[in-house]
C-alpha cells in the first residue's frame, strides 16, 4: 500500500543500497524540490562494504553507526525508520514501506522512526542496537534501515505525480552454525497482462541462507504437448521469504488445462528440485494495475506439504518432484 496525499498518485521510487550477492548501488537519493535538490545518502559506518555485514551469536547485543547524509544544496526533512526485508519477483532486494508492520529479525533493532532536519550538505550519525535472541537458530537473518524524504514532492501538469525517494541499507546477521539450503516450490497461476498471459509459479525459500537458484520453465498444454519454456536466473532470494518465478508469454493462451513443470537449481553445488502443477485458463478480462517490482504482500506461500526440504545433490539419482493436489 503506498501512502496518500491531496488525491494524487504518489510515486515512491526506491533506491537500494544493493550488495554482494546483493550488488552495490552507490548513487544517493536524488529529488528536486522548489528551492532546489536534496540527495539522501546511508552509510553503514565502520563496514567495509555498502551494507552491514553482521556475524553475532543468539543472545548477544552490539552497537552499530549509521550515518544520515544530505548531499544536495536544499534542506530536507527526512524519515528514517527500520523494514521488513522481501525479496520481489524473480528475485532480489525490496523493503517494505513505511506504513507496513515490521516482524522477525527488524524487531531485534531498537531503531526508532523518526523525522531529522537535514540543512543542505550536511550529515548526522545515529547508533543503534541488534539484540539476537537467546533462541535464535543458525542461518542468514536479514532487514534494513532505510531513509526518505518525508513529506511527497508535489508534481505539476495534467498528470501530477507526488514522489519519495528512498535509501534502503540491509543488514545481514549470520548466526553461527550448520547451513541449509532449501527450496519449496508450490501452485502456478495465470494472469494476463497487456493482452498476454503471464504465468507465476509460488515459490518459498525455507532454509537458512540466501540463494540464486536458476530456475527452468516448461508449459505442458492438456495432450502433454510442450508449448513454451524459459530459463529464469533468478536474483537473491533471501532465507525465510516467498516469492514468484514469473514467465511472460508471447502470446495469450487460449482457455484449457495445462501444466508447468518448474526446475530449480543452484550453480556450484547443483542443488535442484522440481515440481510439477497443474494450470488451469479460463476466459477472464486482463488484468490491470499490477504491481510488477514487487511480490503480492498477501499471496499465500507454498504450504508446508509441497516444501522439498534440504536440497539434495544430483548425485542423489534425480531431482525430487512434488505434485500440487
Same mark, same amino acid.
Given at each position: 500500500?503506498?501512502?496518500?496525499q491531496?488525491g494524487?498518485?504518489?510515486?515512491?521510487l526506491t533506491?537500494?543500497?544493493l550488495f554482494?550477492?546483493?550488488?552495490?548501488l552507490?548513487?544517493?537519493?536524488?529529488?528536486?524540490a522548489?528551492e532546489?535538490?536534496f540527495?539522501?545518502a546511508?552509510?553503514?559506518?565502520?563496514?567495509?562494504g555498502?551494507?552491514f555485514?553482521i556475524?553475532m551469536?543468539?543472545?548477544?547485543?552490539?552497537?552499530f553507526?549509521v550515518?544520515?547524509?544530505?548531499? &544536495?544544496?536544499?534542506?530536507?526533512?527526512a524519515r528514517?525508520y527500520?523494514?521488513?526485508?522481501?525479496?520481489i519477483?524473480?528475485?532480489g532486494?525490496?523493503g517494505?514501506?513505511r506504513?507496513?508492520?515490521?516482524?522477525?529479525s527488524?524487531l531485534?533493532?531498537?531503531?526508532?522512526? &523518526?523525522?531529522v532536519?537535514l540543512?543542505?550538505g550536511s550529515?548526522?550519525?545515529r547508533?543503534?542496537?541488534?539484540?539476537?535472541?537467546?533462541?535464535?537458530?543458525?542461518g542468514?537473518?536479514i532487514?534494513?534501515?532505510l531513509?526518505e524524504?518525508?513529506?511527497?514532492?508535489?508534481?505539476t501538469?495534467?498528470?501530477?505525480?507526488s514522489?519519495?525517494?528512498r535509501q534502503a541499507?540491509?543488514?545481514?546477521?549470520?548466526v553461527p552454525g550448520p547451513?541449509?539450503?532449501?527450496l519449496?516450490?508450490?501452485?502456478?497461476?495465470?494472469?494476463?497482462?497487456a493482452?498476454?498471459?503471464?504465468?507465476?509459479?509460488?515459490?518459498?525459500?525455507?532454509?537458512n541462507?540466501?540463494?540464486?537458484?536458476?530456475?527452468t520453465f516448461?508449459?505442458?498444454?492438456?495432450?502433454?504437448n510442450?508449448?513454451s519454456?524459459?530459463?529464469?536466473?533468478?536474483d537473491?532470494?533471501?532465507a525465510h521469504?516467498?516469492?514468484?518465478?514469473?514467465?511472460?508469454?508471447a502470446?495469450?493462451l487460449?482457455?484449457g488445462?495445462?501444466?508447468?513443470?518448474?526446475?530449480?537449481?543452484?550453480p556450484?553445488?547443483?542443488?535442484?528440485?522440481?515440481h510439477?502443477s497443474?494450470l488451469?485458463?479460463?476466459p477472464?478480462?486482463?488484468t490491470?494495475?499490477?504491481?510488477r517490482g514487487h511480490?503480492?504482500?498477501?499471496?499465500s506461500?507454498?504450504?508446508p506439504?509441497?516444501d522439498?526440504?534440504?536440497?539434495?545433490?544430483?548425485?542423489?539419482a534425480?531431482?525430487?518432484?512434488?505434485?500440487?493436489?
Amino acid at each position: 500500500m503506498r501512502p496518500a496525499q491531496s488525491g494524487r498518485p504518489i510515486q515512491v521510487l526506491t533506491i537500494v543500497a544493493l550488495f554482494g550477492l546483493l550488488a552495490a548501488l552507490a548513487a544517493p537519493a536524488v529529488a528536486i524540490a522548489a528551492e532546489g535538490q536534496f540527495k539522501l545518502a546511508l552509510l553503514p559506518l565502520g563496514e567495509s562494504g555498502p551494507y552491514f555485514d553482521i556475524h553475532m551469536t543468539a543472545g548477544e547485543t552490539r552497537t552499530f553507526h549509521v550515518q544520515i547524509a544530505n548531499n &544536495g544544496d536544499a534542506a530536507v526533512a527526512a524519515r528514517t525508520y527500520a523494514a521488513d526485508v522481501y525479496t520481489i519477483i524473480n528475485g532480489g532486494f525490496a523493503g517494505r514501506l513505511r506504513d507496513q508492520s515490521t516482524s522477525g529479525s527488524t524487531l531485534w533493532l531498537d531503531y526508532p522512526t &523518526g523525522v531529522v532536519n537535514l540543512p543542505a550538505g550536511s550529515s548526522i550519525t545515529r547508533a543503534f542496537t541488534v539484540a539476537v535472541p537467546r533462541t535464535t537458530g543458525p542461518g542468514e537473518y536479514i532487514t534494513s534501515i532505510l531513509l526518505e524524504n518525508d513529506k511527497p514532492i508535489g508534481g505539476t501538469g495534467a498528470v501530477a505525480l507526488s514522489q519519495i525517494t528512498r535509501q534502503a541499507i540491509a543488514l545481514v546477521v549470520t548466526v553461527p552454525g550448520p547451513r541449509y539450503p532449501a527450496l519449496a516450490i508450490g501452485k502456478a497461476s495465470h494472469t494476463v497482462v497487456a493482452g498476454k498471459s503471464v504465468v507465476d509459479v509460488a515459490v518459498e525459500n525455507p532454509g537458512n541462507v540466501r540463494l540464486k537458484p536458476v530456475a527452468t520453465f516448461v508449459l505442458f498444454d492438456a495432450a502433454a504437448n510442450r508449448i513454451s519454456e524459459a530459463t529464469v536466473p533468478m536474483d537473491t532470494f533471501f532465507a525465510h521469504t516467498a516469492t514468484f518465478i514469473e514467465v511472460p508469454l508471447a502470446a495469450l493462451l487460449l482457455a484449457g488445462q495445462y501444466t508447468v513443470h518448474t526446475d530449480a537449481r543452484l550453480p556450484g553445488p547443483r542443488w535442484g528440485s522440481g515440481h510439477g502443477s497443474p494450470l488451469g485458463i479460463h476466459p477472464r478480462r486482463p488484468t490491470r494495475g499490477r504491481d510488477r517490482g514487487h511480490a503480492r504482500p498477501h499471496a499465500s506461500p507454498p504450504s508446508p506439504g509441497r516444501d522439498v526440504g534440504p536440497i539434495a545433490p544430483p548425485s542423489a539419482a534425480h531431482s525430487t518432484r512434488v505434485a500440487c493436489s
